[in-house]
């Protein structure tokens, strides 16, 4: 089960390695992380934002959608501890990333366990410029026109309340906490009703298309979920993308 919401620490990863990436969330987790994970920019430049992580561990190969480097516009972007994941023998690549201002670089192979390590030694620095974790702000999640309450268990569209279940809720939370990634059934499953489940897996398509369908009737333009044939459930490409378009249209209004 992840971590409670209320109390981890959160960690965002940003790898192009899906095996790293996948092995490293599971480690971070078995210590007490909340996790979330991604292997594309876009997507994590909306989590640094919409995740409030705590620390960032990225990879300094990753381009980001902006240009550039993903590590350099996500220092931008948050006060965030930041991990750099650089390729073996690339020492100008980490010495660069330390001068730009990443708290910490490690070389691949790296260990799941190393990396976990790091991030309980960086939470133990005292940083008087890292903007700690508001629970009460972090229980929200934005996501383009969807805001969903943890810590109500509420979703809204457009600002309009969508009535769910506490089964639809607890199985979208999930899918919003992971969105760039395929959550597939049996983790769904273990994550909402527990490892001891036993039945259909197809209960969790039965509970999603009611859910699906009260998303779309206050946003019929928009796709909100996305299934994946014969492995699980994402969150559409067109509702991340929605993210995206509203929050550059905001630092223009802004500018």
Not at 45 to 65: G, H, K, Q, R
Not at 75 to 103: H, N, S
Not at 128 to 147: F, K, Q, Y
Not at 216 to 222: G, N, R, V, W, Y
């Amino acid at each position: 089960m992840e971590p409670d919401a209320q109390l981890a620490p959160r960690v965002l990863l940003a790898v192009n390695d899906a095996l790293l990436r996948r092995v490293a969330g599971v480690a971070l987790r078995e210590r007490g992380f909340s996790v979330s994970a991604t292997t594309e920019g876009s997507a994590a430049l909306m989590l640094a934002e919409s995740f409030s992580p705590d620390v960032i561990m990225v990879d300094l190969e990753l381009p980001s959608p902006k240009g550039g480097s993903l590590f350099d516009t996500v220092r931008g972007l948050t006060d965030a501890y930041i991990v750099g994941i650089a390729p073996p023998d690339a020492d100008a690549m980490r010495i660069r990333a330390l001068r730009a201002g990443a708290d910490d670089v490690v070389s691949v192979p790296v260990t799941p366990d190393e990396l976990a390590a790091r991030c309980q030694a960086l939470l133990r620095r005292p940083r008087n410029v890292h903007t700690r974790w508001d629970p009460m702000a972090a229980s929200l999640i934005n996501i383009g026109p969807l805001t969903v309450d943890v810590g109500r268990k509420e979703i809204q569209v457009h600002g309009q309340d969508v009535p769910v279940t506490r089964i639809e809720f607890a199985l979208f939370e999930q899918l919003c906490r992971h969105p760039a990634e395929v959550r597939a059934r049996t983790q769904l499953l273990e994550e909402v009703w527990g490892p001891n489940w036993v039945g259909d897996t197809h209960v969790v398509d039965v509970h999603l298309s009611n859910l699906r369908r009260k998303l779309q009737k206050l946003a019929p333009e928009l796709r909100f979920i996305h299934t994946v044939r014969g492995v699980g459930f994402r969150l559409s490409t067109d509702l991340l993308r929605s993210e995206i378009d509203d929050r550059e249209n905001r630092k223009l209004v802004s500018a």
